[in-house]
């Protein structure tokens, strides 16, 4: 008997098209199921669906069954699933209820009724499993965003589930966060269906891959025959790091340069320690390093949003900077306006930028309204519009999917002559595609300060 | 100790400060307050000091221009209107010196309360609404994130070349702030449905048995409003 049965899924958001079409799929005990797809595919959804989320929550129009552990979704409250369907979803921040860590991981054991004298023992043990134990009394408002996410599966986790959801849970994380949090899901033992856009974090602990495209399921099969598959038709899928068209010219005038630059939020506690940087016109820097090393924090000092503590910034010409997640930060009720603020309200030069994003005919609409992808790329026209002489991206592939940070990789390069770029990521993909060189932080707490361990490619 | 316990001396010490007599009891108060609102990280708690001082400081100076007490003028003024003769006798400057620790202390037990309280113990201790004892947890916590979340929109702004300096500019971020909050409010309430929320058969972590400490500390907080009625 299947853990979980979805037959024939058809649904529809209100007033939207269908999310879902015509799904069928069968999830068995113990499976590691990968659901992979563009960004609007319906992989959420379809998460959603299996944690009864869809439809009680968002309501909308459901067509088909859904049983999990033989309960029928369309008449079991997602609450009631709780416990035997626990989700860990993509920002932590917007899954958090408590202020303290060890009250946040009793939240859900209080709700599903589990005996109060074991509900701590679970908390304490489920926050050891993931290696969080010493955050147990801390407040969850000064945890970094890997700890947060880790304090966020010990929570499902310790509900003990038997279908674990994870809906891209690495977004965040760098390289080893993201193994060693997919590790520790899987090492569970409850069957896990995980959606990622970084296929090659998740392909080697999956057991089966899922393809959904415009809501259909469009390849079910083992991992080792969706490889080959994704190899002949969706070989962006499977891409190992590799070096895109670099540049060819000469380098241009040095536009910024950091010199022993030194950064601490609070006193004695230094974020960056001594660094170097110099970014010259034509060139494409990656910034690459683990969390909390202080990638952000030299994009800002880079832009001037910072001053620093210690060291000197020179800068020529107008620098603009892309920060993480921009979708959320939008100011104004129309794209135009929104891409206008940058350039003084000048807002044919914003229809222009929008246009060259391929966003022509969205410029009225609201910035919220607007689709995942759309929004990014309405957050990149509102930087692009300013036409920088040096452009900083943090983090500007966290959930996107490798078609579009392709496009975002042809679109850097192709402007990269005119300006200095630097780009901060830990997406091993796109670092390869953009960059012609690549500077590593090593450690942001070494006393020895921010190592430059990059070669320079080109 | 128990943030009931906690609570209940914070508690305690406020009826204290308003029922005292002496300006030098309030006084000891507040420094015992500050003394204790000190304990927390120094990049939180400045704005609970700074706001508590200038509300005192503020209160100290106007006071002698409003009250009129006493017949021993220390700086006799000019005749405005609505006030009359403006002065500052000796007895206004010891009412406002009062008034402004009365203040401070308040202030104070209300910084400690908000910097050095388990909000999530208290509140699940109160054992009564459920529901509204959440929603002040969660009120709690989306301080931070929306002054994170505000802080995060200004740089995105910068990052744009757009200056957000002024009152004005600064108040059209409440806008775009409050709609970005009721986006994570959504999140929130599915995440919270996800986990479980709203099942009948909920339990909850059991409080642990009363220390004798803990019973000191309410033994302390009833003395306590007893000498701020009595003596202090």
Redesign the interface.
Same mark, same amino acid.
């Given at each position: 008997m299947a853990l979980a049965r979805v037959e024939r899924l058809t649904f529809a958001y209100p007033g939207a098209e269908c999310a879902l079409r015509d799904v069928s799929l069968e999830i068995d005990a113990g499976e590691i199921v990968l659901v992979l797809g563009a960004s609007g595919s319906g992989k959420s959804t379809l998460l959603r669906a299996l944690a009864g989320l869809v439809p009680h929550f968002h309501g909308g129009r459901f067509e088909g069954r859904v049983e999990i552990d033989r309960r029928d979704t369309r008449t079991t409250r997602p609450s009631a699933l709780a416990g035997t369907v626990a989700t860990l979803f993509q920002d932590p921040e917007d899954q958090v209820v408590a202020t303290r860590v060890t009250r946040e991981v009793a939240f859900g054991l209080e709700n599903v009724g589990t005996p109060p004298r074991e509900i701590v023992p679970r908390a304490l043990h489920a926050l050891a499993t993931v290696g969080a134990a010493h955050l147990a009394d801390r407040p969850v408002e000064e945890l970094s965003g890997g700890e947060l996410q880790r304090v966020c599966l010990a929570s499902t986790l310790a509900l003990e589930p038997t279908l674990l959801l994870l809906d891209e849970p690495t977004s965040q994380l760098d390289p080893d966060g993201a193994e060693g949090l997919l590790e520790l899901a899987i090492s569970s033992g409850a069957a896990v269906v995980l959606s990622e856009q970084r296929p090659e974090r998740a392909l080697p602990v999956a057991t089966r891959v899922v393809f959904l495209e415009a809501g259909r399921v469009v390849l079910d099969a083992p991992v080792s025959r969706a490889r080959e598959w994704l190899s002949s038709h969706r070989p962006l899928w499977t891409a190992e790091p590799s070096r895109g068209t670099q540049r060819s010219g000469e380098l241009g005038s040095t536009v910024c340069r950091l010199d022993g630059v030194s950064f601490a939020y609070r006193p004695g506690q230094p974020v960056v320690e001594r660094f170097d940087l110099e970014l010259r016109r034509g060139e494409v820097v990656v910034l690459a390093g683990p969390n909390g090393s202080g990638k952000s924090t030299i994009a800002k000092l880079a832009t001037g949003l910072l001053d620093p503590t210690d060291g000197i910034v020179v800068r020529t010409g107008r620098a603009s900077l892309l920060l993480q997640d921009p979708g959320r930060y939008v100011v104004r009720d129309r794209a135009d306006e929104e891409v206008a603020l940058g350039v003084g309200g000048d807002l044919p030069r914003a229809r222009s930028a929008l246009g060259s994003l391929g966003l022509t005919g969205k410029e009225a609409r609201h910035p919220r309204d607007l689709s995942s992808g759309e929004r990014e790329r309405l957050a990149l026209a509102s930087v692009l519009v300013t036409e920088p002489d040096l452009l900083v991206l943090d983090e500007p592939t966290r959930g996107v999917d490798p078609e579009r940070k392709r496009e975002l990789a042809t679109r850097l390069r192709a402007q990269a002559p005119g300006r200095a770029t630097l780009v901060v990521t830990h997406d091993r993909v796109f670092a390869a595609s953009v960059a012609d060189r690549v500077v590593s932080l090593e450690s942001g707490s070494d006393p020895e300060g921010l190592t430059l361990v990059g070669a320079a490619h080109g | 100790m128990r943030p009931a316990a906690a609570l209940a001396l914070l508690a305690a010490s406020v009826a204290a400060a308003l029922l005292a007599r002496h300006t030098l009891s309030v006084a000891v108060l507040a420094l015992a307050l500050l003394a204790v609102c000190v304990r927390a990280p120094r990049?939180r708690r400045w704005p609970y000091l700074v706001g508590t001082g200038i509300s005192a400081l503020a209160l100290f100076v106007v006071t002698p221009f409003v009250e009129t007490l006493g017949s021993h003028p220390l700086w006799t003024g000019p005749i405005v209107p609505v006030l009359g003769q403006l002065d500052v006798t000796h007895e206004e400057l010891a009412s406002a010196s009062f008034q402004a620790c009365r203040l401070a202390a308040v202030g104070l037990a209300f910084a400690a309360y908000a910097l050095l309280l388990?909000?999530?113990?208290l509140l699940?201790g109160a054992g009564f609404a459920r529901r509204s004892v !959440?929603a002040v =947890? !969660?009120a709690? @916590?989306l301080v931070? $994130?929306l002054e994170r979340?505000a802080g =995060? #929109?200004v740089?995105? !702004? @910068? *990052?744009? *070349?757009?200056e957000v300096e002024g009152l004005r500019r600064r108040a /059209? !971020?409440v806008s775009?702030l409050l =709609? *970005?909050s009721l %986006? @994570?409010g959504l999140? #929130?309430? %599915? /995440?919270? %449905?996800?986990?479980?929320?709203? @099942?009948s058969?909920? $339990?909850?972590?059991?409080s642990p048995p009363w220390t004798a400490a803990e019973g000191l500390a309410l033994a302390g907080a009833v003395v306590l409003v007893a000498l701020g009625a009595m003596w202090l």
């Open positions: - | 990049e388990d909000h999530d113990r699940a !959440l =947890a !969660l709690t @916590r931070p $994130t979340d =995060a #929109l740089d995105s !702004l @910068r *990052g744009r *070349g757009v /059209a !971020l775009p =709609a *970005g %986006e @994570r999140n #929130l309430a %599915e /995440a919270m %449905e996800a986990r479980g929320y709203g @099942r058969d909920r $339990t909850r972590v059991p």
